[in-house]
């Protein structure tokens, strides 16, 4: 149809030229960019992705910048903790000079005071930025949540958002002097002394500076009933000649129990000269001295099934008494006593003569002197310084028990895991052992002290196969260090030595460790910093495979356009002649 109103061809070519116009701008943008996704318009949600990512990216940059300047204190620490690990080796050879006869101390002394001072010196120049992991002011260095240092090392992100991870590591690994003590060259102050009286003695250090704990524990051991007499004789028996006693054993001790008491066992026993000549034969019916009268004495009761004994009394050195005879109870009548009682003596019986009862002591009761005393934080391990015991009474099988800092603050209602009164401590102990022992009494008998006791309602038992006792007691931390490196001084105390240089060799050793853990921190941190700048990199692959342009696909696109604009161009040309064709024929 032709019209000389409408030139639809024009407008059909016009159009055409447009669109083409359009993409030919789109296209030379993308050219001029280098994105093929440069606002949200372009493409919303690649846009939204790679805005996104771009933004992570500058966070990584700045992550970076902290893991650079974390390493920089780790080196910063390492390069300390190298310099007193080399001094104290300096240290150690200056003590075992001292050693050398004819050395003057004081020169000695005087060479380590100036590689204390050093030391000092290292530790407090140990500094980044203010930061000084070397000399530290941790209110209790042992406190994980106090101790810590968080070094930023990663970017995460989650669908909760961005978040930064980091790595953990203790100033108590590494610092060398604490404000309040602690460090490792300062003297460890999470002592438990006596444990609240369960062992008798503090710790102490040996020689090879090492510190460790008494080897007895505290323990009670009853003693069986038994008496002494001085021998005098010779004896000589004739064929009439005999000695015979009663003796009673095991008897109870009205002073320790309420009735009703047992009375013992009573035994008669004779000893005439048959039976001498049977045990000392050829010396016609003669006991010349003490050692063939125990011989003797212990051959008859034994005969006898008496229940006793003779025997004699060590010296200490390897030797005996003169002329001293024991005689006691074996504890083997049955009964719960421990007791023994000679009575209706006659004959010469060379100094053994009639004897009031000789009870036995019962040792299932004892005292614990209390002083307060603290469970302490124990670095990583949550639960703090664990403490191991084993109980028992009158030899019968011992129970292990164990306590920590959590168990303690958990059973008291605290947070500090102190046991600060003897009342307290009943509690703590009655907790430990009170379900395996029902029949044994805990309580405090005054500020300081606590009993503890078997019921003497249940147990009648005396002797010696009473007793009652904590053994195999062990603290996780033990043993601790108790010298302070500043405080070494060869010419004050001398005689220590030995332990100076133990002592020397046991730090040494920390400060090697603690190289050792700064050396790892920083090896981590470094690979940490290498992932990081890799994923920043892989993170600008990401964004650009989402929004770059494909220079070659847009160039060619470009040149199809251009070709197509001027074929557009020819066409509207076309279609405008049409219509002045026939607008020729009116003139």
Do not use: C
């Not at 974390?70 to 200056?94: H, M």
């Not at 050398?100 to 407090?124: F, H, M, T, Y």
């Not at 008291?412 to 509690?427: F, H, R």
């Amino acid at each position: 149809m032709t019209s000389l109103l409408t030139n639809t061809s024009a407008m059909a070519a016009l159009q055409t030229l447009r669109g083409i116009a359009s993409r030919s701008a789109e296209a030379q943008q993308q050219i001029s960019s280098g994105m093929r996704v440069e606002t949200a318009a372009d493409n919303a949600a690649y846009w939204s992705i790679a805005t996104t990512m771009r933004s992570d990216n500058k966070a990584m940059t700045a992550v970076t910048d902290v893991i650079n300047l974390g390493s920089a204190q780790i080196d910063t620490a390492y390069n300390g903790i190298t310099a007193v690990s080399d001094i104290l080796s300096e240290f150690k050879s200056r003590l075992i000079a001292a050693k050398e006869p004819g050395v003057d101390p004081a020169k000695i002394q005087k060479e380590l005071s100036q590689l204390q001072q050093q030391v000092v010196s290292v530790a407090n120049a140990a500094s980044f930025s203010g930061i000084n992991w070397l000399k530290t002011d941790v209110a209790d260095i042992n406190d994980n949540d106090l101790n810590r240092v968080s070094l930023v090392n990663a970017l995460h992100r989650s669908e909760n958002g961005l978040s930064l991870g980091t790595t953990d590591f203790h100033l108590s690994e590494v610092s060398l002097f604490n404000k309040d003590g602690g460090g490792i060259l300062q003297a460890d102050t999470r002592k438990l002394k006596t444990i609240g009286g369960v062992r008798v003695h503090d710790t102490f250090m040996d020689n090879n500076g090492v510190v460790r704990m008494y080897p007895d524990n505290a323990v009670n051991g009853g003693e069986n009933g038994r008496f002494g007499f001085t021998f005098t004789g010779p004896l000589t028996f004739g064929a009439s000649d005999k000695i015979e006693f009663d003796v009673t054993v095991d008897a109870d001790n009205p002073a320790d129990l309420d009735p009703p008491y047992h009375p013992g066992k009573t035994t008669h026993v004779t000893i005439d000269r048959a039976f001498v000549d049977t045990w000392l034969p050829g010396q016609n019916g003669v006991i010349s001295d003490y050692k063939q009268y125990a011989s003797v004495l212990y051959r008859a009761l034994s005969a006898a099934n008496a229940g006793a004994y003779a025997n004699l009394t060590s010296d200490g050195r390897g030797g005996t008494v003169p002329n001293h005879v024991n005689v006691g109870t074996s504890e083997s009548s049955g009964l719960n006593g421990s007791s023994i009682e000679i009575t209706n003596l006659t004959g010469s019986a060379g100094g053994l003569s009639n004897r009031a009862t000789d009870y036995g002591s019962p040792a299932s009761q004892m005292v614990l002197f209390f002083e307060p005393f603290k469970v302490y934080p124990d670095g990583d391990n949550k639960d703090g310084v664990r403490i191991d015991f084993d109980f028992s009474v009158n030899g019968a099988p011992a129970t292990h028990h164990s306590f920590d800092r959590t168990y303690v603050n958990a059973l008291l209602g605290k947070d500090t895991g102190e046991i600060q009164t003897a009342d307290e401590m009943v509690t703590l102990l009655h907790a430990l052992v009170g379900s395996s022992w029902p029949n044994v009494i805990i309580e405090a008998t005054s500020p300081g002290t606590i009993s503890v006791r078997s019921d003497k309602d249940v147990d009648r038992l005396a002797g010696s196969r009473t007793g009652i006792g904590f053994t195999g007691i062990g603290v996780s931390i033990e043993p601790l260090a108790e010298q302070n490196f500043l405080d070494i001084d060869i010419v004050a105390n001398p005689e220590w030595l030995d332990r100076y240089i133990g002592y020397i060799e046991v730090v040494s050793a920390e400060v090697i460790d603690a190289g050792a853990v700064l050396g790892a921190l920083d090896k981590r941190m470094v690979m940490q910093r290498d992932f990081t700048q890799t994923l920043m990199s892989n993170l600008d692959k990401g964004v650009g495979r989402l929004v770059d342009a494909e220079m070659n696909e847009a160039s060619t696109r470009v040149k199809a356009l251009q070709t197509q604009q001027q074929l557009a161009i020819q066409s509207l040309q076309i279609a405008n002649s049409n219509s002045q064709n026939i607008l020729q024929l009116f003139q």
